[in-house]
């Protein structure tokens, strides 16, 4: 079964008009604004139908996103809800939503082929509630152009053809685009590894620093550990040694980044199999398999397999010592540019033998089978206890380790990219027992008189506090006691999120740093509940200027503060997407990096920064679609010069920042809009 649109348009900016056929539609965009094809329906999404599809054409030599949006009223003039899907650029894409994405539960969508990144932002909506929809182009750097065909909606999931063009050569570098510094042949790759490898090991250490980078000048008490003390109302690491540290990480130290390729193996050059049989041959450990993806409903099976190319490339220069020579050159590499630290999501085998201090992520934060809302489990059930023991477990493979800083507890749970969320007006409005529930309605019961008095404050006609277990949606609204009652609950609700995981933690670890959960953001108060079992509050925080942000948070938190995540991308260079920060260009990639870090280094409360990534992201994209130019090296293990150059300037100058003795940079760099789904 297949339904086509049809739409009536004013232009392809805004308003209404003219009729026009659903096929070869275009739509332009300015840079500062996103443009919609907008189209009033009743009743149009209603029946059997699983998937919303279209073809679209980018006519940029960069990623466009482009976007599905919904309204539950044809008044409002935003959408409830937002889908966005980034495609490679000048490349006909066939793009399929599935309709149960409409629920909002999960914030970002399986690949499928020839698709980049998606994320979905805003409310749940049904099908049957859509009245007015909309296909559309998000802003970019750039003014811009794209073509809309075939847009339907159908039951079965479509076909997903390919145009026959090869987009990415040998070495995994983009095949259309010329920059410089882009390597040329193989033969300029294995000459430039080896030569980097050859002056690796001629990197002499700092008499200043501690063998932990700690600044010698300045000491607290030893313990041993890795821990946080104040001075002169700045707060800081304090290295086992007992000097003062302040955190300068690099995130996702590894060799390469992978990304899928059988799906679309006809847009690249090279791929090193005659058959669909990674595990085998002399390129065998530049193949992954991830098994999480293979779970995701809709994920292309054959993708479950994929490649790293910057792996590849160490291989073709190294054989079969590839791994300890990538190990060796990034090692020098990352004391050479000032890093002290080793961000989350490294290699495993750099980290034990690397000495250099680290941070790691536990994996598999406690869940329960039922869940309130996205991944936000019943946390006053037995259930969610016992599953806190399970995975506190994990951190007794750190005991004695004296180069981990600490542990974050879990990476942007989805719960919390939701605006002006009321978790407990969530667990009102979901079906089915839930033990948080049962403790809401003790506390309601302890505090009105009897449910008479409750329904006077909430406005309700309740026989019993137990009907309260029956979905109430929105309750929010009811009245500004329920409001109250719903906020205060929510404040215990994501305290105990936090503090029952924390409390299983410190039983098994006592001596290592809890780093927090490195939230997105903070977009309201109550998140920050469970703070006093943290040792350090983590963010990841994507600005040119974080410091309002860091302000901002250390007023609710009033304690040490830890930045997870930032970058700036370009487009000068082959990849591309900007990612979540563009610049204009490499310069202002490292302009970017020291004003940030050295922002940031200027707050009492934040204690470590730590950049996202070393390696540029894949070409075509990660498992996830992420296609990003962000990395400190490209996909051939060429630095790029620029911003080396400024984060070395940062780290040497970031002890006297920190400390108050000189001001931070105020070379702002030169923004763009940046061109990314999330």
């Known amino acids: 079964m297949k339904k086509d649109f049809n739409f009536s348009l004013f232009n392809a900016v805004s308003g209404y008009a003219n009729d026009i056929a659903n096929t070869n539609v275009r739509i332009s965009c300015d840079k500062d604004n996103p443009s919609r094809l907008v189209w009033e329906c009743q009743d149009f999404f209603k029946g059997d139908f699983n998937y919303l599809v279209c073809d679209v054409e980018g006519e940029e030599d960069w990623s466009q996103v482009f976007m599905f949006e919904f309204w539950s009223c044809a008044e409002s003039a935003e959408p409830d809800l937002t889908i966005r899907m980034s495609v490679l650029p000048k490349f006909k ?15 970002f969508l399986p690949r499928t082929r020839g698709q980049l990144r998606s994320f979905v932002t805003g409310i749940a909506i049904l099908p049957e509630q859509i009245c007015k929809f909309a296909f559309g182009l998000r802003e970019g750097p750039a003014n811009q152009n794209m073509k809309l065909h075939n847009a339907y909606l159908t039951a079965e999931q479509p076909d997903f053809p390919l145009p026959d063009i090869k987009l990415v050569d040998e070495m995994g570098q983009n095949k259309i685009m010329d920059w410089p510094g882009k390597t040329s042949n193989t033969e300029e790759l294995n000459d430039y590894l080896k030569k980097e490898y050859a002056k690796s090991g001629s990197l002499d250490h700092s008499e200043s620093l501690s063998q932990y980078g700690g600044k010698k000048s300045m000491s607290f008490d030893k313990t041993g550990y890795f821990r946080v003390a104040k001075r002169d109302d700045i707060w800081w690491l304090v290295d086992p040694d007992g000097y003062a540290y302040y955190g300068a990480g690099l995130d996702c ?20 199999y005659d058959s669909l049989s990674p595990k085998e041959g002399e390129y065998s450990d530049a193949w992954h398999y991830l098994e999480r993806w293979a779970s995701w409903p809709g994920f292309i099976k054959e993708d479950v397999w994929q490649f790293s190319f910057a792996e590849a490339n160490l291989i073709r220069a190294f054989r079969k010592d590839w791994h300890n020579s990538w190990q060796e050159i990034t090692k020098a590499r990352m004391k050479s540019w000032g890093f002290n630290s080793i961000g989350v999501a490294s290699d495993k085998k750099f980290i034990k033998e690397a000495k250099i201090p680290y941070v790691s992520t536990l994996t598999g934060y406690p869940a329960t089978t039922k869940r309130i809302y996205r991944d936000f489990p019943d946390v006053f059930s037995d259930e969610f206890k016992k599953s806190a023991k399970e995975y506190a477990a994990q951190l007794s493979a750190f005991e004695g380790d004296r180069y981990l800083i600490g542990y974050f507890m879990r990476n942007e749970p989805q719960w919390a990219f939701a605006h002006d969320l009321e978790i407990a007006e969530e667990l009102l409005a979901v079906e089915g027992d839930f033990a948080s529930k049962d403790r809401f309605i003790e506390i309601l019961k302890a505090k009105y008189i009897d449910i008479e008095e409750f329904n006077i404050a909430w406005k309700l006609n309740l026989k019993y506090f137990g009907d309260l277990k029956k979905p109430i949606p929105k309750a929010s609204s009811l009245s500004p006691s329920a409001q109250k009652d719903l906020d205060d609950f929510s404040y215990l609700l994501i305290r105990e999120y936090v503090k029952v995981p924390a409390e299983a933690c410190r039983e098994v670890d006592p001596h290592h740093l809890n780093l927090g959960m490195r939230y997105a953001f903070i977009l309201y108060p109550n998140q920050a509940a469970g703070k006093e079992f943290m040792d350090i509050f983590s963010i990841n925080s994507y600005k040119i200027d974080p410091s309002p942000v860091i302000k901002h948070i ?14 700036f991308g370009a487009l000068d260079r082959g990849v591309r997407a900007t990612g979540i920060i563009g610049v204009e260009n490499q310069k202002e990639r490292g302009k970017a990096y020291q004003y940030y870090f050295e922002k940031a280094a200027a707050i009492p409360e934040c204690v470590a920064v730590q950049y996202f990534i070393l390696n540029d992201q894949m070409t075509l994209g990660r498992p996830d679609g992420e296609n990003y130019q962000i990395g400190f090296v490209d996909c051939c293990h060429k630095p790029y010069d620029d911003l080396v150059g400024y984060a070395v300037e940062a780290h040497k100058r970031m002890y006297d920042v920190h400390s108050g003795n000189i001001a931070p940079t105020d070379a702002i760099p030169i923004k763009i809009t940046p061109n990314m789904a999330s």
């Not at 894409?93 to 409409?102: D, F, G, I, K, V």
């Not at 130290?253 to 090193?272: K, T």
């Not at 250390?554 to 970058?567: L, N, R, S």
Request: contains cysteine.
């Open 93 to 107: 894409t066939r793009l399929c939503l599935p309709l149960r994405a409409l629920n909002a539960q999960s914030i």
């Open 253 to 272: 130290v590894r060799p390469g980044e992978e990304g899928p390729v059988n799906s679309i193996s006809p847009l690249y050059d090279w791929l090193p």
């Open 554 to 567: 250390a007023d609710i938190v009033k304690m040490p503060i830890m930045i997870g995540e930032f970058h």
